[in-house]
Nanobody
Framework: QGQLVESGGGSVRPGGSLRLSCTAS????????VAWFRQAPGKGREGVAT???????TLYSDSVKGRFTISRGTRDTIFLQMTNLTPEDTAVYYC??????????????????WGQGTQVTVSA
């Protein structure tokens, strides 16, 4: 059974940066689309960025465009570089992998492989 493990979360002041990592084990990401989602307290899960390994195309939500960058590291690791963070970015961040290449909306990813999440807190 394949697994995803996120790391790199933490606490940062507004304007700061963090880099999240998502590493696959038990399967390879080569034929998957991988996405980062986040869930703030009391809110639904929001897709923020996705990368398609077949052509390395990327897509971002309007809320993070220009501040977050999704990229591939090693064969089975992706990163989410987050800059100019604001308190509104506070959430648990999850990565997910799906071979079908779904749109960046949570309802399309419910059958994907998910990680356990990593907390990001932005506060003064």
């Amino acid at each position: 059974q394949g697994q995803l493990v996120e790391s790199g979360g933490g606490s940062v002041r507004p304007g700061g940066s963090l880099r999240l990592s998502c590493t696959a084990s038990g399967f390879t990401l080569d034929r998957y689309q991988v996405a980062w989602f986040r869930q703030a307290p009391g809110k639904g899960r929001e897709g923020v960025a996705t990368i398609r390994f077949s052509d390395m195309s990327t897509l971002y939500s309007d809320s993070v465009k220009g501040r977050f960058t999704i990229s591939r590291g090693t064969r089975d690791t992706i990163f989410l570089q987050m800059t100019n963070l604001t308190p509104e970015d506070t959430a648990v961040y999850y990565c997910a992998a799906d071979p079908r290449g779904p749109p960046l909306e949570y309802r399309w990813w419910t059958s994907a492989i998910w990680g356990q999440g990593t907390q990001v807190t932005v506060s003064a």
